[in-house]
């Protein structure tokens, strides 16, 4: 297992600028590949997707490939893969598109520790449809969902559960395994926001037993678009709303109007980038997947140890990711002080992290932070000890100021 941080940080442009960006959760800086591969997209002749042209075979091809690439990071079907505008308005349509099999007396659960992408959709969808909401809570004092806090409002009735494979505002990654089996036994499906943590663990959809699995691209160094997995049987059974002329074949009839060709090329070279992390890596692109993930979890492992050492250090600062299980990012906020003050201070020093909610807005609130949320600082493939170093140095001298 070999990571190279020095080479990684040579493909991103952005760092040029001399930022350290722990704001990776928001959105990653984007490698060279990707960019290249986007021009190259739009460089080429491109139309709307078919077989007699060059423009339409390329447009056909880039799709194509791109739901392979992303089958391959997720171990999914390709028949499975549907894109999106984002992860947001995947769930809205999903929603919609499951709401229309609920009736009165049906039950949903959602839980306080996701983004509220993953809320609101099935909140209001369950609202229109005459079913009921469930609140699946989490403790504040550990961060930490379990599987006791889903089968607490699971009942005969619930037809579907939705719930986050990694908090994006405290890195709480719940059970999901176990808590899959538990929603099926009781026959309901579940659907998996997986956005936060696909950016920092290799995901097995199957093997997490999510019946439906969402990221977005521009969390893992890709462009800004979303992406949802699920067995292409399932799909079938939807009837989504489209438009009469549009293709009614899975994955399609779920992809309003013309994709977005130039970012699913992005996201391709993305998802070769992801798979190029471990130099000394070979075999089949999963296989590569595998070995730079693992080798990305080591780095990313050894800077989150950097970073909680160097908070213990200082005084002043309350640590609010605490769950045993979490990826490399931390929420923060001081003893008398303003964590947008703590923003703004570390970004004139060239360290960019943000404060606020980050729309984990229930999370926030069940934290007792209410809408304002901490300081996120999160993790990417491109941060080194470096940056870490600037970020603690910066929070030290904050809290002297």
Same mark, same amino acid.
């Given at each position: 297992? &070999?990571?190279?941080?020095?080479?990684?940080?040579?493909?991103?442009?952005?760092?040029?600028?001399?930022?350290?960006?722990?704001? +990776?959760?928001?959105?990653?800086?984007?490698?060279?590949?990707?960019?290249?591969?986007?021009?190259?997209?739009?460089?080429? #002749?491109?139309? *709307?997707?078919?077989?007699? /042209?060059?423009?339409?075979? *390329?447009?056909?091809? /880039?799709?194509?490939?791109?739901?392979?690439?992303?089958?391959?990071?997720?171990?999914?079907?390709?028949?499975?893969?549907?894109?999106?505008?984002?992860?947001?308005?995947?769930?809205?349509?999903?929603?919609?598109?499951?709401? %229309?099999?609920?009736?009165?007396?049906?039950?949903?659960?959602?839980?306080?520790?996701?983004?509220?992408? *993953?809320?609101?959709?099935?909140?209001?969808?369950?609202?229109?449809?005459?079913?009921?909401?469930?609140?699946?809570?989490?403790?504040?004092?550990?961060?930490?969902?379990?599987?006791?806090?889903?089968?607490?409002?699971?009942?005969?009735?619930?037809?579907?559960?939705?719930?986050?494979?990694?908090?994006?505002? /405290?890195?709480?990654?719940?059970?999901?395994?176990?808590? &899959?089996?538990?929603?099926?036994?009781?026959?309901?499906?579940?659907?998996?926001?997986?956005?936060?943590?696909?950016?920092?663990?290799?995901?097995?959809?199957?093997?997490?037993?999510?019946?439906?699995?969402?990221?977005?691209?521009? %969390?893992?160094? +890709?462009?800004?678009?979303?992406?949802?997995?699920?067995?292409?049987?399932?799909?079938?059974?939807?009837?989504?709303?489209?438009?009469?002329? &549009?293709?009614?074949?899975?994955?399609?009839?779920?992809?309003?109007?013309?994709? #977005?060709?130039?970012?699913?090329?992005?996201?391709?070279?993305?998802?070769?980038?992801?798979?190029?992390?471990?130099?000394?890596?070979?075999?089949?692109?999963?296989?590569?997947?595998?070995?730079?993930?693992?080798?990305?979890?080591?780095?990313?492992?050894?800077?989150?140890?950097?970073?909680? %050492?160097?908070?213990?250090?200082?005084?002043?600062?309350?640590?609010? &990711?605490?769950?045993?299980?979490?990826?490399?990012?931390?929420?923060?906020?001081?003893?008398?002080?303003?964590?947008?003050?703590?923003?703004?201070?570390?970004?004139?020093?060239?360290?960019?992290?943000?404060?606020?909610?980050?729309?984990?807005?229930?999370?926030?609130?069940?934290?007792?932070?209410?809408?304002? +949320?901490?300081?996120?600082?999160?993790?990417?493939?491109? *941060?080194?000890?470096?940056?870490?170093?600037?970020?603690?140095?910066?929070?030290?001298?904050?809290?002297?100021?």
């Amino acid at each position: 297992m &070999s990571y190279d941080v020095t080479g990684v940080r040579a493909q991103f442009p952005a760092l040029a600028a001399g930022i350290a960006h722990f704001d +990776g959760p928001g959105g990653t800086q984007t490698p060279r590949p990707v960019i290249q591969a986007i021009a190259d997209a739009l460089a080429s #002749p491109l139309s *709307n997707r078919g077989q007699e /042209i060059a423009g339409e075979r *390329n447009a056909a091809a /880039i799709v194509t490939e791109c739901r392979r690439a992303m089958a391959d990071l997720l171990a999914a079907e390709p028949a499975g893969i549907v894109f999106g505008r984002s992860a947001t308005q995947l769930a809205y349509d999903f929603s919609r598109a499951l709401a %229309k099999t609920w009736s009165s007396g049906d039950e949903v659960v959602v839980t306080r520790l996701d983004h509220d992408s *993953n809320i609101r959709p099935w909140v209001q969808a369950a609202e229109q449809a005459g079913a009921t909401v469930r609140w699946a809570d989490f403790d504040p004092s550990t961060g930490e969902i379990t599987v006791e806090d889903i089968r607490a409002v699971l009942s005969e009735r619930t037809r579907l559960v939705a719930v986050t494979a990694a908090s994006n505002l /405290i890195g709480t990654r719940p059970p999901i395994v176990e808590i &899959s089996r538990l929603v099926h036994e009781a026959g309901a499906l579940l659907y998996v926001d997986g956005v936060h943590r696909t950016a920092h663990s290799l995901v097995d959809v199957e093997q997490l037993g999510a019946d439906f699995y969402t990221c977005s691209p521009y %969390k893992f160094l +890709g462009p800004h678009h979303g992406v949802l997995a699920a067995r292409p049987a399932l799909l079938e059974t939807l009837r989504p709303d489209k438009l009469l002329p &549009s293709s009614d074949a899975v994955p399609e009839r779920f992809e309003l109007g013309t994709l #977005p060709y130039e970012f699913l090329a992005g996201t391709r070279a993305a998802v070769d980038f992801l798979a190029g992390l471990d130099a000394d890596a070979t075999g089949t692109r999963r296989e590569r997947l595998t070995a730079g993930f693992a080798a990305l979890e080591d780095h990313e492992e050894g800077l989150k140890a950097q970073i909680g %050492k160097g908070l213990s250090e200082l005084a002043g600062i309350t640590v609010h &990711s605490r769950a045993a299980d979490r990826t490399p990012t931390t929420l923060l906020t001081f003893e008398d002080r303003d964590t947008t003050d703590a923003y703004r201070y570390l970004a004139a020093r060239g360290v960019h992290a943000p404060a606020g909610s980050f729309y984990a807005l229930e999370a926030s609130r069940r934290l007792g932070l209410g809408d304002t +949320g901490g300081l996120r600082v999160g993790l990417a493939p491109y *941060n080194d000890a470096a940056d870490v170093d600037r970020l603690l140095q910066g929070l030290a001298d904050f809290l002297r100021s």
